[in-house]
């Protein structure tokens, strides 16, 4: 079986590649890849090349397939695994595999396993780990915002609150709490509101900062106050770089009681430090932002640590069942990761938007690995639609769900390129 895949030599170093996979071992299995969205994770990933923790050291002379949000079809299924699996299933990927105390992970260590690719091998510990994973819903590009949605749900999940009279911690955010996302008008930072008015902790009200005018009224666009208000929640985005006083004013959002749970989608240490000093009793801080900077510190205060129960925590990647919920949630339209998606493009735009990723404004670009598109932000389709039928209909499509890629799109863009 030839693939077509994007390959990492070295730091910023990326090729597309075409080349003969291997036939597949008893306990493999073989995959075609038919989106992958593009991580932040990955961008760090070719910034360090071999220095990368989980990147192997010969990857100039073997290198490793990037991209690990991704969704596809089973295509060839090893005799071990004959039982579970069959060929035409659809599948998301469960990358964060922590097998054997290993870091290999998909799209990090692989020489055949990546998500930025046609076709690829799943080695047999993805299998053994569970991490190969049915998906039943109607478009890929739900499934590869799977991974980065399970994150998101693994940070609530994991914070936790206590009481006096035991030690049963509470895991979740508080139920009729106050919500802080800080730096959240990002694509994760909406992923997580958007995951925030579902919740079955439903909090009182969620508060979301920035310090971007533009990404704050993009983010107002894309999940509505209207629509939180709907759901009983207060929804309120401030961008605190025009408050004088913003620990004040954001503590007197919530009547000076505080926040209960804290999620800071940045990694800077004034931003943290914020963070922390708007922690309610008993409040939960959770650092989900991964920094580059492994010397990266900040001042917490340990009084409040100590005398009025804060908690500190840090959350990164998501389990199986966090990826299953954030997929059966994703299907049933409970929550919406397409608010995350701002460009789309094939399989010869993902070397150069990976390399490029921090400076290519906007949210998540997702891709389709089945054939060739420049990456396009979906704000252009309108304007390239005056001289392009493909992109009329596109920007027909995203006009009818409110801005946003959709499955309907998805589709039009499939049976542009023929693809099934």
Known sequence: MRTKAVRMYGEDDLRLEEFELPGIKEDEILVKIMSDSICMSTYKLVKQGKKHKRAPQNIDTNPVIIGH?????????????????????KFALQPALNYMGKLDSPGYSYEFCGGACTYCIMPHEVMELGCLLPYNGESYFEASLGEPMSCIIGGYHANYHTNKQNYHHDMGTKRGGNILILGGCGPMGLG???????TENKPKRIVVTDISEERIKEAEERITKEEAKEKGIELLYINTSLLQEPVKELMELTGNHGYDDVFVYVPNKSVVEMGDALLAFDGCMNFFAGPSDSGFTSGINLYNVHYTSAHILGTTGGNNDDLLEAIDLA????????????????????????INLISIPGGKKLTYTQFDMPLTAIADFEELGKKDKLFLKLSESV??????????AEKILFAHHGIE
């Open 331 to 354: 299907a049933r339209g409970e929550i919406r990761p397409a608010v995350m998606v701002t460009h789309i493009g094939g399989i010869d735009s993902i070397a150069e938007a990976t």
């Open 192 to 198: 997580a509101v958007s995951y925030g008015l579902y």
């Open 69 to 89: 949000e991704c969704a596809g079809v089973i295509v060839e299924v090893g005799k071990k695994w004959e039982g579970k699996y069959k060929a035409g299933d």
């Open 399 to 408: 006009k009818r769900h409110n801005g946003l890629w959709n499955s309907e």
